[in-house]
């Protein structure tokens, strides 16, 4: 099974940009795609983007053009560039792998079956 560890997570004033990253091991061969979700307190965990083996990639309405989402050539290493960040972006972001098209991001959690232990971003002023 991939074990996934997030980082980059931090505290910003709204409109500044961070660059989550997260490291699959051993690899992620054994997975289709991988996907970030974000879960706000008192809220339910919800996907955010993905990207998969065939090149597709999905973003949420809510962070498109402002999110963008890649991955190493190794396929070990997942980023997410995030710009322009709004108090409502604040949440505990995690890195999870399944075995779904990108577009299954959407569709909640129960797609993915390994997940990191996420990492806090917190916009405020």
């Known amino acids: 099974q991939v074990r996934l560890e997030e980082s980059g997570g931090g505290s910003v004033q709204p409109g500044g940009s961070l660059k989550l990253a997260c490291v699959a091991s051993?690899?992620?061969?054994?997975?289709?795609?991988l996907a970030w979700f974000r879960q706000a307190p008192g809220k339910q965990r919800e996907g955010v983007a993905a990207?998969?083996?065939?090149?597709?990639?999905t973003y949420d309405d809510s962070v498109k053009g402002r999110f963008t989402i890649s991955e190493d050539n190794d396929k070990k290493t997942m980023y997410l560039q995030m710009n322009d960040l709004k108090p409502e972006d604040t949440a505990v972001y995690y890195c999870?792998?399944?075995?779904?098209?990108?577009?299954?991001?959407?569709?909640?959690?129960?797609?993915?079956?390994?997940w990191g232990q996420g990492t806090q971003v917190t916009v405020s002023s």
């Open positions: 051993p690899s992620t061969s054994s997975t289709k795609s």
């Open positions: 999870a792998a399944g075995h779904g098209s990108s577009w299954r991001v959407l569709l909640g959690p129960g797609e993915f079956i390994s």
């Open positions: 990207i998969d083996r065939e090149g597709g990639i």
